[in-house]
C-alpha cells in the first residue's frame, strides 16, 4: 500500500512537473529558472527515497538468514529492488530534464 501511494506521488509530482513547464514557456528566462529548481528538488526527494529502499533492501537481506519464511521475504526483496530500479530510472529522467533545462538557461543568456 505505501509502495503504491509512493508510486502515485512520484508520478504525479513528475506530470504536475510537465504541466508547469508548459505553463510556464510562455513566462520566458524566470519561469525556466523556476522549473529548474522544482525539478532540482524533486531529484533530491528522489534521491532519499532511494537511499530508505536500498536501507530496507540491506535489512531484509540480512534477515533472510535468520527467518523461517525465506520465500516470502526474498519476493519482497526482488519487489523492493524492482521499485529500486523504478525510482533510479525516474531520477535519470529528471536529471535528463535539468541538464536540458540548464542548457535552456545558457542559451537565452547567450542572446
Do not use: H
Request: glycine letters at 2%.
Amino acid at each position: 500500500m505505501m509502495r503504491q501511494t509512493l508510486m502515485t506521488q512520484n508520478q504525479q509530482m513528475i506530470r504536475s512537473n510537465q504541466k508547469l513547464s508548459l505553463m510556464n514557456n510562455s513566462n520566458g528566462m524566470f519561469s525556466i529558472e523556476k522549473d529548474l529548481e522544482v525539478s532540482k528538488k524533486q531529484v533530491g526527494r528522489m534521491d532519499e527515497r532511494i537511499r530508505k529502499v536500498e536501507e530496507e533492501i540491506i535489512s531484509q537481506q540480512l534477515d533472510l538468514d535468520k527467518t523461517e519464511n525465506k520465500e516470502k521475504l526474498q519476493k519482497e526483496i526482488e519487489r523492493n529492488q524492482t521499485r529500486s530500479r523504478r525510482l533510479q530510472k525516474d531520477k535519470q529522467t529528471m536529471q535528463k530534464r535539468i541538464d536540458l533545462l540548464e542548457s535552456q538557461i545558457a542559451k537565452t543568456q547567450k542572446k
